[in-house]
């Protein structure tokens, strides 16, 4: 942490412009989605999810097991305190 800055804060290593260019095609996560739903079909889809929503938002994970959007999602688990790393493997594997 700098001098000056906030604790948890974060300062970018680029400017806002290149760090959302990063983000400018989204066209295939809806692929992903529509995948999602065939797959479910054909294979036992599970989820595994962190617990701390810091990549993908709440109303995303809420939507993907949706049995109206076609999707049959056997089980949704969500691993306590972890981020999108899940970096607690283990905890994972008890889980299982």
């Known amino acids: 942490m700098e001098d000056g ?9 680029t400017d806002k ?6 983000y400018a ?3 295939p996560h809806h692929d ?3 995948v999602l739903s065939a797959l479910s079909h054909r294979v036992p889809t ?3 999810w962190a617990e701390i929503e810091d990549v993908v938002p709440g109303f995303i994970r809420d939507s993907l097991p949706d049995v109206k959007e076609g999707r049959l999602i056997q089980s949704v688990t969500i691993i ?10 283990t905890q994972l594997l008890e889980l299982l």
């Open 5 to 13: 800055q906030a604790s948890g804060a974060v300062r970018l290593k």
């Open 17 to 22: 412009r290149q760090e959302a260019a990063s």
């Open 25 to 27: 095609d989204i066209e």
């Open 32 to 34: 992903a989605a529509s």
């Open 46 to 48: 599970h989820l595994i």
């Open 80 to 89: 306590p305190d972890a981020d999108h790393m899940v970096s607690a493997y």
